[in-house]
């Protein structure tokens, strides 16, 4: 059984991504991250809060020491809530749009991961604490497939990515927009430094990108095959895939000491290799 995102929900976030992440939680689109407009962790659910947990994270240079797990309970389901510091606590209620408290730079992100707002649901009953276990998450809201080329001018540059002028969104605020496959449906994930991906119009089979296959589908789940992303001829660790409603919507180039800058034009294109890039 899925949980179902309303339209109203997503709308107060930028961006969402089901399966961009290396980790258990987000197997078969069983989490979702949101990606609030500010650093203003805002609940996407309605209930009374039930616990909160500080845990240890990877010790990274860009982030912070510890991460948080607040758990409401929203009446058919338990919510799971990670990379808010909380400023509530068990008893309190909150509403869908409220302020939880800051969001944290956390470890479990890679240094190209903005903040976000983490969310999976369980059973009543269920054990909370365990990364796994939680329920697939369905979104009730319209993705407007992107056709691109794979060409772009770097308009953004961080220490691990670089974000590109293309594809541009269609319609900024009024739609959902994803870069799609060759076959017209909007890709999910980290493509392919992460293990797998997502594709948000289920399908079986074969999937291609830039004319190339880069994996198969079984539902919404795709498994990567083994190829490599090349930047101007130079390889790349990924590319970066996630809904948005922003207009700062771009390719996300996931490059380490790259020598991008603001203003490059780039081409980005694929090919089979026997040496994936795998990062989780």
């Not at 909150?94 to 890679?110: A, Y």
């Not at 799609?180 to 909007?186: E, H, L, N, T």
């Not at 190829?227 to 001829?233: D, T």
């Not at 380490?256 to 795998?278: C, Q, S, Y």
Request: glycine share 12%; with cysteine; hydrophobic share 40%.
């Amino acid at each position: 059984m899925a949980v179902t995102l309303s339209e109203d929900v997503l709308r107060r976030y930028r961006r969402f991504s089901l399966y961009n992440s290396p980790y258990p939680a987000h197997d078969h689109g069983c989490a979702i991250d949101l990606y609030p407009e500010t650093n203003d962790g805002l609940s996407p659910i309605a209930g009374e809060v039930v616990a909160t947990k500080t845990v240890r994270c990877p010790d990274q240079p860009y982030a912070v020491d510890h991460d948080h797990l607040i758990v409401i309970d929203c009446d058919e389901y338990v919510a799971r809530i990670l990379h808010v510091d909380p400023t509530v606590e068990p008893g309190d209620i909150v509403t869908i749009g409220d302020s939880l408290g800051e969001m944290v730079r956390s470890g479990f992100f890679g240094q190209w991961v903005d903040n976000h707002v983490h969310l999976g649901f369980r059973e009543q009953g269920q054990n909370y604490l365990r990364a796994g276990g939680s329920l697939p998450v369905d979104v009730a809201v319209a993705v407007e497939p992107l056709d691109w080329d794979g060409s772009g001018e770097v308009v953004a540059v961080g220490e691990t990515y670089a974000v590109l002028d293309a594809p541009t969104h269609p319609a900024p605020g009024e739609c959902f927009a994803g870069i799609a496959a060759d076959s017209g449906a909007v890709l999910d994930g980290g493509l392919t430094h992460y293990t797998g991906g997502g594709i948000l119009t289920p399908t079986q089979g074969p999937v291609s990108f830039l004319g190339t296959p880069v994996g198969v589908a079984d539902g919404r789940d795709v498994t990567w095959d083994d190829v490599e992303l090349r930047a101007n001829g130079e390889r790349i660790v990924g590319l970066s895939l996630f809904a948005a409603q922003d207009g700062a919507f771009g390719a996300k180039l996931v490059a380490f000491d790259h020598e991008f800058a603001v203003g490059d034009d780039v081409e980005l294109t694929v090919r089979p290799t026997d040496d994936p890039i795998r990062l989780g």
